[in-house]
């Protein structure tokens, strides 16, 4: 044949899934001290429902409720410091201190292109648990006693920092190149958040 033939051709019947949720072994409610280290404050659950393609995990944002018992001057978002997110013992980012959001909902936005293979990818029908780790504040450090802090993810503009509407997770399929987003999700593809708190 002088010119290429056509061969057969595949088609990606749907796009994948990604449910977030908190996992059943994150922390219950409890007192802590200002100034420990390493304290795990929450585990979310990646899973990937559609059975479809992998998931590439460009980025990972956890939100944090804060509330005080004390006047508005204090800032108790910076009682909570070294936001750190681990797959299991493998750290995959750190940021020094909450960020972005609001004075009641500040933010730790781990970018993970910098991984290898431009992010962290949840295999197709897989799930794995992350774990968001963080050290206090001690008081001469500014830290604030009486607050309450409460990580979760949000389904709704969860990277104030930007302009628009931002997922929680920015996420792709690494077969479709499909953006798994709360804005098409349907009930086999796009990407489902919570319960998270």
């Not at 479709?176 to 489902?192: H, K, P, Q």
Request: aromatic share 6%.
């Amino acid at each position: 044949s002088s010119s290429d033939p056509k061969g057969q051709v595949g088609y990606i019947a749907t796009n994948g899934s990604l449910r977030v949720t908190a996992d059943a072994d994150t922390p219950i409610g409890q007192a802590l001290v200002l100034g420990s280290t390493d304290q795990v404050f929450a585990k979310f659950k990646l899973a990937e429902e559609s059975n479809a393609e992998d998931i590439l995990v460009k980025k990972f944002i956890v939100s944090n409720g804060v509330s005080v018992n004390t006047a508005t001057p204090f800032r108790p978002s910076g009682t909570i410091k070294n936001i750190k997110l681990y797959n299991g013992l493998t750290p995959l980012g750190e940021v020094g201190s909450l960020n972005g959001g609001s004075y009641s909902m500040p933010q730790a936005i781990f970018d993970l292109t910098g991984l290898p293979g431009g992010g962290l990818v949840v295999g197709k029908g897989q799930s794995f648990v992350l774990t968001v780790k963080a050290d206090l504040a001690s008081a001469l450090d500014s830290g604030v006693s009486s607050s309450t802090h409460r990580f979760f993810m949000t389904s709704t503009d969860s990277d104030q920092s930007t302009s628009g509407t931002q997922n929680s997770v920015d996420a792709i399929g690494v077969g479709s190149g499909f953006s798994i987003s709360t804005t098409n999700a349907t009930a086999t593809s796009g990407l489902v958040i919570g319960p998270t708190s």
